[in-house]
Every structure is written in C-alpha cells, then in structure tokens.
C-alpha cells in the first residue's frame, strides 16, 4: 500500500483510536469478546457499508461496556459477522443481496496463502453445472489441470466429465462437503455425454489433496499467423508474488517481438489490485504515471481524501515493479477472452484498460464484482504487525469500489462480451492451440481471415458454479495490506 495512503490511514486511525478511548476503550473487552470486539471496531473503521448498517453506526455504542453488552450476544464470531454485513449473500438472493464477496477466516495462516495461490488442493481446476432437466443435480468438468499436482500424475485431464464423488451423485446441497470438505482423498467418478444426456462409464479417478502453489502463468505462447506475431497468455490468478514472473513472461513475448496479444482470462477469480496494474501496464506502457483505476471508500473515509488528499485515491500506471523496469508491448489494442468465473481483478483490468485502448472481449458475462477488500487482522491497527496471540481470526471485508479513469464502475451485473461465446462440452479443446474455439475464434478477429467458432447445438448447461470460487476462495479484488505500525508512528 502507498505511503501516502499509510499517513491518511493513520490520521483516520488516530482519531478514531481517540474516540475510542473516549466511547469504547473505558472498559476492555473480556477475553471471551476478544474476536468479537475486533470484528465490530474493524467493520466500524472500514467496511464500505459501514453507513447503512445501523448496529456499525458511530453512536450506537456510548461506550465499551454497552458494546460488550451487544457482542455478549454472538457467542460464535462468525454468526456476528454476518449480521453486521450490509445484506449479505448468507441471507439474501443474490438478486438483492449487496454484499456478495466479504468473509471471515478462522486462520489468517490459511487466508494468506489463498490469497497467494497457495491452497490444499489436488489440482483438478472445474466448473460445475446443472444436469439437464434437473435444478438439484450437478456435474463437474475440467478446465485444466495445475501442473506439479497429484492430479497431474492421474489419468484426467481437461473436458472429462464427473458425477459423482466417492459413488454418490453431486447436487447443490452436498457438493462443498464432498468436494471441499476435511477429507484430503476421494475419488471422482467419470461420465460420458451422450445424446444430451450424462452418462455414468464406470471409470474413477483417485485424487489426493496437498498444499499446492499454483503459478496463475499456465501458458505462455507466440502463434504465427500471417504477418501477425499472436502472444496467448492464459493468466488464472492475479497472485503478487509471481508479478516477477509475469514480468518475465511479458518480456519473452515482447523478445519475440509480438504484434497482437490474446489474454486469456476465463479461469482467473481475480487479486490483487497492485498485480492488475502492473499486469495493464505491461500491456500498454504509454500511459505510466496516468490513472488505472480509481477507489471509493465508506463516507468517513472517503470525506478525508476528497477534502486533504483526493490523489490517494487513484492507482496509476507504472513502468517498474520496485526497482525493476517492466516490460510493456506497448499495444493499442487487446483481445481479452471471459467466461462466467472471470471476476474481480480480471474484471479491473478489462475497465481500467478501456478509457485507454481498445478492448475486444470474446467470452461470457462475467462475475461482476467492482468492489475490493482489505485483510484485517486483530491489531491495533489491524495490520499483520502485532496481532493478538490468543487467536487467528482474519477479516476480508469489502471497503473500496472501484472504477475506470472515466468514472465509469457500474459493472456490477458483469462486463458484456464484445462477441458472446460460452464454454461448453463441445468446445474444451486443448488449450494454447490454434484450434481451440475460444482462441480460434481471437486469431480470426485479429487477422480477419475467419468467422467466430460457433458452439456445437444441445450441449450447453447452465452454470453453477466453479472450484475457485466454490472452495473459500471467494472471487477476490484485494489491497495487498492493511496499514501496518501506524500508532507507533504517531
């Protein structure tokens, strides 16, 4: 986060810190409301909604001893959590809920890696989709395998079909326990499609689960096509401790000497916020030091930036990445490919780079998630410095929406596709290659040589939902970190 953003930060904390010590900090919280305390004070400070939640409000509490009497009543965190939200998914249908993406983490040792690509995980990346004719039942399909996994070493691999784990059949109501429950090992068992209809082939797959690092760089590639040098990047995490690699992968295309760029975003849930601008910037190059993006924080928040500081606010192009210069194509024109699952930081890049260049989507509707979090931790400052011992309990609630160097944020029903396309069975081919729908389809736009890939009839399924943002993960767009050691500053 930048300095500046840290002084305002402190400034905001200050006060509120001083406030505290008049309201809330009279009496301590008992050992007991610990986590609860830390949950109602870190949603007061930063939550997005925080104005619109009357039992966040700033005088709801006379003091610590009436907030102990409130948070006495939410004896699990988690439960009181979600009654702080401002109408969250957990209670509301989706086509009114407004909090759709914040959660809470009972080991922040778990959320840091998530956040990072680090998850315990077998490596079978999937959607799940609805059977035909069914509202209850569920089947998965692969999308792609994460290299360096157990399911690497297996005999699955991208468009293969299940139903079932461990010989029971998948449904809306069972699958996060089978798929993502405590259990490391299960088996998958296999179907084929036949004639519109999923059938069992009696073939299983056994899978185990490790910690996992996936390198979000899946591939990474130049296609000749003519006079065009095609670079096909498929991008599935925006991951900050691979933007070095990214950098790299940037700058072999560019080696090659690239003319036209594919980026390929179907899979990517989103991240963070830093990589999506630097990720823009290697992407263009011309335009460093100009707005990416700009942020829109709760009314106490955002009434001190737009009155002391209003350029904290804006995320901007860059040409390093600390001391190193990134590699940049310098292009005027990108070809960015979606699919249902494409969310947050993915949706960051395809706004922030429009005002700029031109942008050709070929895809699905996507998530439509224009809002980004901040881990908090039980702090002083809810930093990572000087958590509380007694427990691991994390926050990552929204605090910020986000929108274009034109203003523009209002995406939160997805971005359109310049040109529709939707991922099915008939159209996994591999992925990287030439003939691939989704890819075949960019190369024809770029070189105005064919007409788009049209999907095979009667095998198109209603989307339910995929592993990433199935498995905790959530659909992210985050800050890299709250402030850290602000009250020892001041």
């Known amino acids: 986060m930048k300095t500046k953003f840290k002084i305002i930060i402190a400034f905001l904390l200050a006060v509120f810190m001083f406030q505290s010590c008049q309201d809330t900090d009279d009496v301590a919280a008992p050992n007991n ?3 609860q305390n830390f949950i109602w004070k870190g949603l007061n400070l930063y939550y997005l909604w925080q104005a619109d939640v009357p039992n966040l409000s700033d005088t709801k509490f006379a003091n610590q001893t009436q907030l102990n009497a409130f948070l006495n009543g939410y004896p699990q965190p988690e439960t009181l959590f979600q009654n702080l939200l401002y109408n969250p998914i957990s209670k509301f249908p989706i086509a009114t809920a407004v909090d759709r993406f914040s959660w809470i983490v009972s080991d922040y040792l ?13 490596g079978v990346e999937f959607g799940l989709v609805y059977k035909p004719g069914s509202s209850t039942d569920i089947f998965g399909y692969v999308r792609y395998i994460v290299p360096g996994s157990d399911a690497a070493t297996k005999n699955i691999q991208r468009g293969a079909i299940f139903y079932a784990v461990n010989g029971t059949q998948l449904t809306v109501s069972n699958y996060q326990g089978l798929l993502f429950g405590s259990n490391n090992d299960y088996t998958l068992n296999l179907a084929d499609f036949n004639a519109g209809a999923i059938t069992p082939n009696g073939k299983s797959v056994a899978l185990t689960k490790k910690v996992l690092d996936e390198n979000p760089i899946l591939i990474n590639s130049v296609i000749n096509s003519g006079s065009h040098k095609i670079g096909y990047l498929m991008y599935n995490g925006f991951y900050a401790t691979y933007d070095t690699n990214l950098n790299d992968a940037f700058g072999s295309l560019k080696s090659q000497g690239v003319t036209d760029l594919v980026l390929d975003l179907r899979y990517n849930g989103g991240g963070s916020i830093q990589t999506a601008s630097r990720l823009a910037s290697m992407i263009t190059g011309q335009f460093t030091s ?44 990108i070809y960015i490919l979606t699919s249902k699952s494409t969310a947050s930081a993915s949706e960051l890049v395809i706004n922030g780079l429009k005002p700029y260049i031109t942008v050709i989507q070929i895809g699905d509707l996507t998530v439509g998630k224009n809002v980004g979090s901040v881990t908090l931790y039980d702090s002083p400052d809810f930093s990572a410095t000087n958590r509380n011992p007694n427990h691991r309990y994390a926050m990552q609630p929204l605090v910020l929406k986000i929108a274009n160097a034109a203003g523009f944020g209002d995406y939160s029903s997805g971005l359109v596709p310049t040109y529709q396309m939707k991922e099915d069975l008939g159209n996994l081919d591999v992925l990287g290659s030439a003939t691939e729908p989704f890819l075949k389809t960019s190369i024809a736009k770029i070189t105005g040589t064919a007409k788009m890939a049209q999907p095979k009839p009667g095998i198109q399924f209603d989307y339910f939902k995929d592993s990433k943002s199935a498995n905790g993960i959530q659909n992210q767009m985050y800050l890299e970190k709250a402030p850290e050691g602000l009250l020892k500053a001041l």
């Open 33 to 35: 409301l610990e986590v």
């Open 110 to 122: 778990v959320l840091e890696g998530q956040l990072q690509g680090s998850t315990n995980n077998n």
């Open 290 to 333: 100009q707005i990416f993006a700009k942020e829109q924080w709760n009314a106490k928040i955002e009434s001190y930036f737009q009155t002391n500081n209003p350029a904290a606010l804006n995320t901007l192009f860059t040409n390093t990445i600390g001391t190193t210069p990134i590699n940049s194509l310098n292009l005027s024109k």
